[in-house]
């Protein structure tokens, strides 16, 4: 299966993509490696097919690795599966790092703490931390191989956040020097293609790929994140106590334990007490799925990695 270019850069798919490039965004050229952060939802399926079309037009897409945080049982099942075949649609290298020691339930456990809007411990702890290995290690490599002539190894880290998903993402920069993750032999810079995409843009490119889309989203959830997380619209939670009821029960067990709610206006024991009287809110909007090679692909990618 292989996936398409799209489009040139500073052009338009249709009316409903932005330019892919805007003012102040970075030259690919002068990176020695290019990471793609990928969780296999819908804005790292559009991602990688926007970088792999800047690279290729750019002639460094051999400086292109798809990385992939694997967050284990609290993710939905066959995301990781997902996040390596869209790699190997592109023919990129896929690196999957797994925090060693327990999961992010058992980590909410240890703290006595859910993470919250401000207290985002675990996209740091589970994600960011968990790939910043590979960061070194790619730029180590490219220093052993003999691509950095002088200075320091220009990495560049882009990940797939969006404006529109809330206030403190639509405050970031487009493009950012990561200093806590820089050092004399490597400079590590986080890019952010998709900032000014709306999700109608997204989805286009998603179906334009012709690549498979996360299964989630064909069952109502706006979001393919951890199954259960508390930054998770109600509705998404809803539906996923429903797709989930186990996993479910288990964070209510952890709820009760610690003594900390789920989230500040939310228990999760008393969402699934609502689910189960059947008082559940269906106004949830359908996700923008475009036309039938989407979910054609879906369905056949379902029965690839999930029978
Ligand atoms: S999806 Fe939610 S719970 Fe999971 S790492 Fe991200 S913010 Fe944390």
Not at 233 to 248: E, F, S, V, W, Y
Request: charged share 25%; net charge positive.
């Amino acid at each position: 299966m292989g996936a398409t270019l799209i489009s040139t850069p500073g052009h338009r798919l249709t009316d409903r993509v932005p330019p892919l490039l805007l003012p102040g965004d970075p030259d690919l050229r002068r990176f020695h490696r290019i990471i793609v952060h990928t969780s296999a939802g819908k804005d790292s399926t559009a991602l990688l097919e926007v970088v792999v079309t800047l690279a290729h037009y750019a002639g460094v897409l051999d400086r292109v690795v798809v990385a992939h945080a694997d967050l284990g049982v609290m993710d939905w099942k066959g995301t990781s599966a997902l996040a390596a075949l869209h790699a190997e649609a592109y023919q990129l290298r896929f690196e999957q790092r797994r925090r060693k020691g327990g999961n992010l339930l058992e980590a909410v456990q240890e703290r006595g703490k859910w993470p919250g809007p401000t207290t985002r411990w675990c996209t740091s702890g589970f994600k960011r931390d968990t790939l910043a290995p590979l960061i070194t290690q790619l730029a180590d490599e490219a220093r052993a191989a003999g691509q950095v002539k002088e200075g320091a190894a220009q990495i560049l880290n882009v990940m797939g956040m969006r404006a529109q998903e809330s206030t403190s993402r639509a405050r970031r920069p487009r493009l950012a020097l990561d200093r806590r993750a820089s050092s004399g032999r490597r400079h590590v810079w986080t890019w952010l293609p998709l900032l000014h995409f709306p999700v109608e843009a997204v989805w286009e490119v998603v179906h334009a790929t012709g690549l498979p889309y996360h299964w989630v989203y064909d069952h109502g959830l706006s979001r393919a994140s951890c199954s259960l997380c508390p930054l998770a619209a109600k509705a998404d939670l809803t539906r996923a106590i429903l797709m989930r009821p186990q996993h479910a029960q288990a964070h209510a067990v952890v709820e009760a334990d610690i003594g900390h709610r789920f989230r500040a206006d939310l228990s999760i024991e008393d969402l699934i007490e609502q689910v189960s009287r059947g008082d559940i809110d269906e106004r949830h909007p359908r996700p923008t799925r475009g036309g039938r090679q989407g979910a054609h692909a879906s369905r056949t990618i379902s029965k690839y990695l999930y029978n």
